[in-house]
Structures are given as structure tokens and as C-alpha cells.
């Protein structure tokens, strides 16, 4: 884990550990889930976009005499 996701972890420990009703300390697991994975997600697709950006920018999009 790095960074935010950290933060999310920590931030849900923290409320599981204060709270004693146990469906809602499922409830808090399911939401921890839930951040991590849209966080996860967002990074994912962040990178992407970088990769298929610099890919794209290295692509030869014209035409020469020799293609003819």
C-alpha cells in the first residue's frame, strides 16, 4: 500500500476498532473495500492513460513515397 491507500486503511481501522456492533463492523470492512478498490481503479486507469499516451505520441501517423 502506498499513500491514499494507506490513509484509507488507516481511517477505517480506526472506526472498526471504535465500533462494537459487529454488522456494522462488517458494513465499515465493505466500505474500506469498496475506497480501496475505487482508489486502486483510479491509478489503474491513470497509468493507462499515461502509457497510451506516450505510445501514441511515438507513432508515426504519415505517409511517405514509400508506403505507396
Known amino acids: 500500500l ?3 491507500e ?3 486503511r488507516d481511517r ?3 472506526k472498526q476498532l471504535a ?3 459487529p454488522a456494522r463492523r462488517a458494513a ?3 466500505e474500506a ?9 483510479a491509478r489503474a486507469a491513470d497509468t493507462l492513460d499515461k502509457v497510451l ?3 501514441s505520441s511515438n507513432m508515426k501517423n504519415a505517409y ?3 508506403d505507396m
Not at 473495500?33 to 481503479?41: D, F, M, P, R, T
Open 6 to 8: 494507506m490513509c484509507i
Open 53 to 55: 499516451f506516450e505510445l
Open 64 to 66: 511517405s513515397r514509400s
Open 33 to 41: 473495500n469498496e475506497a480501496l478498490a475505487a482508489e486502486v481503479k
Open 19 to 21: 465500533e462494537t456492533d
Open 28 to 30: 465499515l470492512r465493505q
Open 2 to 4: 502506498v499513500g491514499s
Open 12 to 14: 477505517y481501522d480506526a
